[in-house]
């Protein structure tokens, strides 16, 4: 792997110089986009608006519209919005790790201590695996200002993205019935239904099924072939009734 930041993470009067590495990758095919007529390749070119001739990337630069005219902004101006977030993940205050709604997570890193002395590393990593909390912290990661948590998966800190409270969109807007009556009995049945479905978390038990039948089809195709595709079972049943599906939930998951 390859680090994609540099700099130190620090609690306190504490200072630990780390590495940011990218915890995940995509699992979705790579598919190219092709001129439907010849299947020639799709490319996209950086073309100057004015000169209509493609642009270097090393040429091209980055600019704030004002007053009809564009301010160049380059690194060193990123960088002295905020130097200290720049080269600091500074945890502000530590928070309860399941208080943090999931709708406010993005994307995580794996940090990597940038010295010899790990000990306070391996401090933060088991304070905050006893405690049950998460750091809360801001740093500034490809020009971006960026909320994150820093907290423990087994023997390793994580940075975890999270996005800001403006970013989560407002639900005023859905049409969304508030004066539903629900009966006890079919709370009782859902109850029992989400009872009889549950099970310890494990992420390693699903695999991402679609791309390997995609890619079924894309190699039978190859071979001048049609893959056998797998039939949509439709869950239905005869009643309309809420508690009659309740119910009929129940017995099917008894004869799974």
């Known amino acids: 792997m390859r680090s994609i930041w540099k700099g130190s993470l620090g609690f306190g009067l504490v200072s630990i110089p780390v590495k940011l590495y990218s915890a995940v990758q995509k699992s979705t ?115 971006t200002e960026s909320l994150c948590i820093v907290h423990p998966q087994e023997n390793v800190l994580v940075v975890t993205r999270i996005r800001f409270a403006e970013e989560i969109r407002d639900t005023d807007d859905l049409n969304i019935a508030k004066d539903v009556t629900v009966s006890k009995k079919e709370l009782d049945v859902g109850l029992a239904l989400i009872n009889q479905y549950a099970e310890k978390f494990d992420v390693s038990k699903y695999k991402d099924e679609y791309n390997g039948e995609l890619l079924k089809i894309i190699h039978a195709k190859a071979k001048g072939k049609r893959a056998t595709v797998k039939k949509l079972k439709p869950h239905k049943t005869k009643s309309d009734d809420l508690y009659d599906q309740l119910m009929s939930s129940l017995k099917v998951k008894k004869g799974a």
């Open 29 to 143: 095919l790579d598919l190219d986009m092709l001129d439907g007529r010849d299947h020639a390749r799709i490319r996209f070119q950086r073309v100057n608006e004015n000169t209509h001739k493609e642009v270097p990337y090393d040429k091209i630069v980055k600019g704030y519209k004002l007053n009809d005219d564009y301010v160049v902004v380059d690194a060193k101006d990123f960088e002295d919005a905020a130097p200290e977030k720049s080269k600091v993940i500074e945890i502000e205050s530590f928070v309860e790790l399941d208080e943090v709604n999931p709708m406010f997570y993005e994307t995580s890193y794996y940090t990597e201590p940038d010295t010899k002395n790990n000990k306070a590393y391996a401090l933060l990593l088991k304070a905050l695996q006893q405690s049950k909390k998460a750091g809360l912290a801001r740093f500034v990661l490809r020009s």
